[in-house]
């Protein structure tokens, strides 16, 4: 009889449990099961082990989530942030997409909204129903590049037309050959690769270039993942595609970019982060925002994660291989913070070719 | 007749050809992924990859959250899961009554089995996280997985319980065992290779899962793990764990795989590797139970 059988006995027998059943062979058995419990219990005991390693005491959570293209900006805050205050604050990051975030946010379960466009007039409805109020910070810029396959010789420049031309919805099943949008282009397919209706950066390019959020031809490759769009692109001639700056940066051996003609000074702009700071990458050059809940403002580590945010903001969005706002446009954020000055500078939509500094001193709106 | 039996050899010949070639498709198939995860990813697994929390430094990343997040929530899900899944299992073998009820539920679990992972996320997200508040929390994903697999554990229970021939149930009646005594001594550890097998074979899938813990509101960036169940003060022992943020490893490679750096990809490549390793572990550990069980039963 081992040690657990005694065991056994000797509860059962002590809660009334008189040892008629308990014959030798049955506590066996039961000893039989005991051992996988013993062997399960120590597995567990040692997995308790090991998640005791590096933990800190209890400390408050500053819950962030929304789009994946402002993704690697604040997991840089978060992770500076939380090396500097040695884990007394917790920070999360989700990115369940600009839209998606949106509705957590008006839902008052997020501290910090990540949005890589400013707010639609839906989401401000939502959000003024339950009560939510926000700071709109504008946090770093982002291009948006147009790209070809490398061995595609015959177009250097696109103008906005021409871009509708490709992308509207009225190109469906029609416009499917390069001429059929500039005849000096070769009668070859054109094929057509951007992100799913769930980003924000489709939302950007389509008000940009269609003239209307969300509204694109449906008969193109879309995908969540950017990655995809630059394997398409890269490995077919007859390719077209778009998607933020960062992706073109990691990959301009495989694709080549495409100036944009700006639609002003007529001139191709190709996308640099000094065109895009002077403003001539027009009009596919969009600010990236977080949106601060104002209940969640008052907490103390809120305000101080989103102070630290504006004032790294110089150092850090150029490691993540962003193009930093000038610093006014930060200072003046740190202002609409300490002024309360709360909503949105946008009223429902994203407009296109906006300078930072004068976006910054309207009023806002909730 | 000669020529008959020629034909027939022929075609005898074909299908072991075509089952050759399936299984070579196969085996080649999960091959070149293997290899392919091995020399991007092998280089980068190291101790600091494996202690690191994530970082927007490639190098510098690791993947300490999401392990102890992975597997924290299979913890939970196995504590549910298993009991739930046997009980359930050996109710519906041994005491359930054959009738119309019991065939519907008996036809559902079986098209459980077959559900989309998503579609739990999507229950899970109603349910625990809008209904019962229990947050987009270690348990709540837990609970979701377990839900999960649990068609998976009621089936094999069954299935093995099933396979024990009706003249043990007999003799131990004959001994003048109770229903239950007849479960506990001789169902239950004849089938626990079986049912072992089942239940770690779906805890290896449910440790894979992305989508249903994406739809409840898994996090990505979690730099902090759960908080210790273990207290230096009374009562020593608390459960606050289960209600923290997490990440778990398929999501964190997810992520990884989406950025645009190249650097990120290794990483992610590395973390398959780690996933792919843990379910053969899981499953080798399935193999080992099932031939020490075998071995035991004497008949």
């Keep these: 009889m081992t040690f657990v059988e005694l065991l056994i006995g000797s509860f059962l027998s002590k809660h009334g449990i008189k040892g008629v059943f308990m014959t030798r062979a049955s506590l066996k058995a039961i000893g039989r099961h005991i051992d996988l419990q013993i062997l399960a219990t120590s597995l567990l005991a040692l997995l308790i082990l090991l998640l005791t390693v590096k933990v800190y005491a209890q400390s408050p959570i500053i819950k962030i989530d929304g789009s994946s293209t402002v993704f690697p900006i604040t997991e840089a805050m978060a992770e500076e942030f939380q090396t500097s205050k040695k884990g007394a604050v917790k920070v999360t990051v989700g990115i369940s997409g600009t839209g998606g975030g949106f509705k957590k946010f008006c839902r008052g379960e997020i501290d910090i909204q990540d949005a890589s466009r400013p707010i639609d007039a839906k989401e401000m409805e939502a959000c003024k129903k339950a009560g939510i109020k926000y700071f709109e910070l504008p946090v770093a810029y982002d291009a948006l590049v147009v790209v070809v396959n490398p061995k595609a010789d015959w177009v250097t420049a696109v103008t906005v037309e021409e871009l509708k031309k490709m992308w509207e919805p009225a190109a469906q099943g029609k416009i499917t050959k390069w001429n059929q949008v500039n005849p000096k282009w070769p009668d070859q397919p054109l094929k057509l690769y951007g992100p799913g209706a769930d980003s924000g950066t489709f939302d950007y390019f389509t008000e940009a270039a269609v003239g209307k959020a969300k509204s694109s031809r449906g008969d193109y490759t879309a995908s969540e993942d950017d990655n995809t769009i630059v394997t398409g692109v890269a490995t077919d001639k007859y390719s077209i595609g778009y998607f933020g700056m960062s992706y073109y940066t990691e990959n301009q051996k495989k694709l080549k970019a495409i100036a944009i003609i700006n639609p002003k000074t007529l001139k191709p702009v190709m996308a640099t982060k000094d065109t895009v700071e002077k403003g001539e990458y027009q009009p596919f050059s969009r600010p990236l925002f977080i949106y601060v809940s104002e209940s969640s403002y008052k907490k103390p580590e809120v305000k101080e994660f989103v102070t630290f945010y504006l004032q790294s903001a110089n150092q850090l969005v150029p490691e993540v291989k962003y193009i930093g706002l000038p610093e006014k446009a930060y200072k003046l954020g740190e202002e609409h913070l300490t002024k309360s000055k709360l909503g949105t500078k946008f009223g429902g939509h994203s407009e296109v070719g906006l300078k930072i500094e004068d976006l910054m001193k309207r009023e806002g709106t909730l | ?299």
């Design chain 2, 1 to 299: 007749m000669q020529q008959e039996v020629r034909n027939r050899k022929r075609k005898d010949l074909i299908f072991a050809l075509a089952g050759l070639f399936s299984l070579v498709f196969a085996i080649c198939t999960l091959l070149v992924l293997v290899l392919d995860l091995w020399t991007t990813g092998f280089g980068r697994i190291d101790y600091n990859f494996l202690t690191s929390f994530p970082s927007r430094f490639p190098a510098k990343a690791g993947i300490l959250s999401a392990w102890v997040g992975s597997l924290c929530v299979m913890l939970v899900t196995a504590f549910v899961a298993i009991p739930i899944g046997i009980a359930a299992g050996v109710y519906l073998e041994e005491y359930a009554p054959k009738n119309w009820l019991t065939t519907i539920i008996e036809l559902n679990i079986t098209n459980l089995a077959g559900i989309p992972s998503i579609t739990f996320g999507l229950m899970a997200l109603g349910l625990f996280v809008y209904k019962l508040q229990l947050g987009q929390s270690i348990l709540t994903a837990g609970l979701t997985l377990a839900l999960l697999i649990l068609p998976i554990i009621i089936v094999t229970t069954r299935e093995s319980i099933r396979a024990i021939p009706g003249t043990i149930r007999e003799a131990a009646y004959a001994m003048g065992a109770s229903k239950w005594q007849m479960i506990q001594h001789h169902l239950l550890p004849y089938s626990a290779g079986g049912i072992i097998t089942g239940v770690i074979i779906s805890l290896s899938r449910a440790i894979g899962e992305t989508a249903p813990l994406i739809t409840i509101g898994a996090l990505t960036f979690i730099a902090f793990l759960p908080t210790s169940p273990i207290l230096h003060e009374a009562p020593f022992i608390s459960f606050q764990w289960l209600k923290d943020s997490f990440t778990v490893l398929p999501i964190q490679m997810f992520n990884w795989v989406s950025r645009p750096q190249a650097e990120f990809h290794v990483n992610a490549a590395a973390t398959g590797l780690i996933l792919l390793l843990l379910t053969l572990v899981m499953n080798g550990i399935a193999i080992a139970i099932r031939y020490r069980f075998r071995k035991k039963i004497k008949w």
